[in-house]
């Protein structure tokens, strides 16, 4: 399958959403928060270091779950900063 590059405004997006889960995992564990989200350590990293900066909805909901944000608030601080 091959996926359609990923335009400058996609990648930032995901930037500021792996951002915004360091800040809201603070001081947890990386394995602690992915455990909790029912995802792998290493898919929680690649979203935190933006190098999976389009996952899943159900991932990001989980994530947003485990870390007690609101998809409202992810909304708001990742997908619309900057429109």
Known sequence: MVRTP???EERERG???GRLLREARGGR??????AQAGISAETLRKIETGRA????FFT???????LGLSMDEL????VLVGV
Request: net charge neutral.
């Open 6 to 8: 990923l335009t400058p």
């Open 29 to 34: 564990s990386m394995a602690d928060v992915a």
């Open 60 to 66: 990001v909901a989980a994530l947003a779950g485990a």
């Open 53 to 56: 900066p389009t996952p899943a």
């Open 15 to 17: 930037e500021r959403l």
């Open 75 to 78: 909304v708001a601080r990742c």
